[in-house]
């Protein structure tokens, strides 16, 4: 695929700060919400565009095109839904070019850097004051993320009980 242009079409958002609530940290989270919700738009806007884009690149007569799916994905920036294109090739196998162009297993519901930055992480070494708890310290985690971070918590405990048991037996 060359060089791809896109121009996306942000949503136009309207926000109201209650003034008793003005203050940097307040402010910090709902600009970081800002951020996600534009962020899930423009990410959706390009996933459609590239799929549209395979669709009109395929070889014709090898694939043939059996309509739309839709596919929910949980990202960086949270979850995210949109259509893709289900193809069936010569043998009778489905197949979709945009999970292939991507990367994604069939069924994969959380991106690469999710798998990878929560659930198969190894904690770092010299690590000196990890929180407990790790989902306290985030808040509006998705569903699918409570499972990783407590299991990110369960290696913060064996991490601070090695490194108790270590310090109490020097």
């Known amino acids: 695929m060359k060089e791809l242009q896109l121009t996306i079409t942000l949503p ?3 926000v109201t700060i209650p003034e008793d609530q003005l203050d940097i940290q307040y402010l910090e989270k709902f600009v970081f919400q800002l ?8 990410l959706t806007s390009i996933l459609q565009f590239l799929d549209n884009q395979l669709r009109k690149e395929r070889k014709r007569g090898e694939l043939s095109n059996c309509g739309k799916r839709s596919k929910y994905l949980l990202t960086l920036l949270g979850n995210i839904t949109y259509q893709k294109h289900l193809y069936r090739d010569q043998e009778g196998q489905y197949r979709c070019l945009l999970d292939e162009a991507l990367g994604l297993k069939p069924n994969q519901r959380m991106s690469t850097l999710i798998r990878r930055s929560l659930a198969y992480s190894p904690l770092p070494p010299a690590v000196t004051a990890m929180p407990r708890d790790f989902s306290n310290t985030v808040t509006g985690i998705p569903s699918a993320l409570k499972v990783s971070a407590s299991r990110y918590n369960c290696r913060v405990r064996r991490f601070n009980n090695r490194k108790h048991t270590l310090l109490t037996k020097t």
């Open 12 to 14: 136009s958002l309207q």
């Open 35 to 42: 951020f996600k919700i534009i962020g899930q738009h423009i």
